[in-house]
């Protein structure tokens, strides 16, 4: 648990999102803290990928705030919400397979020599940065050079992590990043995000369905049902059955067995 819990490095105040006539959020409010890992649980349809676009910039909230270090913020693109330190790290995690490492590290901002596009590139320096940020948060490459889709998926989510942080975020966001993955390599996302939770100036977003990984990392519990937060708390206001019923919508155990009486 970090230090400085008592400022939220980001948060929601009541964000509302309407599509047409249908509200998608309702009121939801959290606060998400620096060196943390949030949950952020739900079943399906209960809000969390609206919630992750309006906090990434896709689109905006109906209404309601998001504070960023205190700081109320407004974004008009995603990439005002990068430029505010919002780093999301999608599940296609936007790499191209058919090129190397480091050319997906850098993409679109790559080093150069002279200020044009065009100028030559400091390739060597992008190799070192690239392989340096990545054994910071766990994978050491030792061929930067290397085609991205030669990589396991694990090691190609630690790239997309660490390439969001170099490039300033402050604020990691990451959609089911072990939904796709078999045992091992969960496991090995599971650790990059540990290191990075460890590094303590950074506040991380966990959205996923998995109760396990959930209760294996995450410091604090956001529970979304449609649209709504039905439970919050850390991990030591939570119980294991607490987490169960609160991911499956808030129903107990009782009620789901009569539903399934058929
Ligand atoms: N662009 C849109 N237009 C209309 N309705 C939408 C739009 N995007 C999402 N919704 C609706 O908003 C609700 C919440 O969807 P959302 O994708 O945020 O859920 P989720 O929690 O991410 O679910 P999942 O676990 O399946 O990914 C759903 O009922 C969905 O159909
Ligand atoms: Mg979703």
Avoid: C, W
């Amino acid at each position: 648990m970090s230090a400085n819990a008592s400022k939220p490095l980001i948060e929601t105040r009541n964000l509302v999102k309407k599509f047409g006539s249908f509200t998608a959020l309702n009121g939801v409010s959290l606060k998400v803290y620096s060196g943390e890992v949030h949950a952020l649980l739900g079943d399906n349809g209960a809000g969390k990928s609206t919630l992750i676009k309006i906090l990434s910039g896709v689109f905006p909230p109906t209404s309601g705030e998001i504070a960023v270090e205190g700081e109320v913020v407004s974004f008009a693109s995603p990439r005002n919400a990068t430029e505010a330190g919002i780093g999301t790290v999608y599940q296609d995690l936007a790499l191209n397979p058919l090129t190397s490492v480091t050319r997906n590290f850098f993409l679109g901002r790559e080093l150069t020599r002279f200020k044009s596009p065009f100028g030559l590139l400091k390739m060597g320096e992008m190799h070192q940065i690239a392989m340096q940020e990545m054994k910071k948060i766990g994978i050491t490459i030792s061929d930067p050079e290397q085609a991205v889709g030669t990589m396991s998926g694990g090691q190609r989510q630690t790239l997309a992590i660490a390439r969001a942080i170099y490039f300033g975020a402050k604020v990691l966001i990451l959609d089911e990043p072990t939904s796709a993955l078999g045992q091992k390599q969960q496991m090995e996302v599971l650790k990059t995000i540990r290191r990075v939770q460890k590094l303590g100036n950074i506040a991380i977003i966990l959205i996923t369905h998995n109760e396990i990984h959930a209760r294996l990392i995450a410091d604090r519990f956001t529970f979304l049902s449609l649209g709504e937060v039905i439970g919050e708390g850390t991990s030591k206001d939570l119980e294991g059955d607490d987490i169960k019923r609160l991911m499956a919508g808030g129903a107990k155990i009782g009620d789901l067995a009569k539903e399934l009486a058929i």
